[in-house]
C-alpha cells in the first residue's frame, strides 16, 4: 500500500529541488509573459477515495478525464498538480498533471523518479541519490546565453528558411 503523507513528503521535496513545481507565469509589461520560481508555492498531492465506487479504476479514469478538460488559468492556477487516488486498501494510482510550460515528457519522467527515489528514501531511512540536474536559473541563464549569440542567429535563419520552403513546397 502507498502511504499518502510519505507520498506528500517526497513530492515535497522532488518539486522543491526540481524546482518545476514552483513554476509560475508572471505578467512581465512587455510582449512576453516570464516563468518565474516562485518559492512561495508549495505543490499538495491531493487525494482522492474512489474504492466505494461499483468500478474504482473506470470512476478514477473519469476524474481523471475530467481533471485533464478543465481549462487552465496560466497566471493563477498551478502548472502542476498531482493527485494519489485510492481505487483499495492495496491499489492506487498517482496522477500528475502539468503543463507543458513546466513539464516536457524528459521532465515528467526525471520527476517520477525522484519522488520514487525520495519515497523509497524516506521508507527505509535513508537519504535519496543526489539530484543530477540544473536549477531553473542555470537554465534560464544559458537560454539568455544562447539568444544572444551568433548561433542563435544561425539558427534563426536556417529555420526560418527551412519553414518557408516546406510551406511553398
Not at 498531482?82 to 519522467?109: E, N, P, Q, S, V
Amino acid at each position: 500500500a502507498v502511504d499518502g503523507d510519505i507520498m506528500q513528503r517526497a513530492v515535497a521535496v522532488t518539486c522543491d529541488e526540481t524546482e518545476s513545481g514552483l513554476l509560475r507565469l508572471v505578467d512581465a509589461g512587455d510582449d512576453e509573459p516570464h516563468v518565474v520560481v516562485d518559492r512561495t508555492r508549495t505543490v499538495t498531492l491531493g487525494r482522492r477515495d474512489f474504492s466505494a465506487a461499483d468500478d474504482p479504476r473506470a470512476a478514477a479514469m473519469t476524474w481523471i478525464d475530467e481533471h485533464r478538460s478543465q481549462v487552465t488559468d496560466l497566471f493563477t492556477d498551478p502548472l502542476l498538480e498531482t493527485y494519489l487516488l485510492r481505487l483499495g486498501d492495496r491499489h492506487h494510482i498517482w496522477y500528475c498533471w502539468g503543463h507543458h510550460l513546466a513539464f516536457d515528457g524528459y521532465a515528467a519522467m526525471y520527476m517520477m523518479l525522484r519522488v520514487a527515489q525520495h519515497y523509497t528514501a524516506i521508507v527505509d531511512g535513508d537519504e535519496a541519490p543526489p539530484a543530477d540536474i540544473a536549477s531553473m536559473a542555470d537554465i534560464a541563464a544559458l537560454d539568455a546565453e544562447y539568444r544572444s549569440s551568433d548561433q542563435f542567429d544561425r539558427d534563426r535563419a536556417h529555420w526560418a528558411a527551412t519553414l518557408l520552403d516546406d510551406a511553398h513546397a
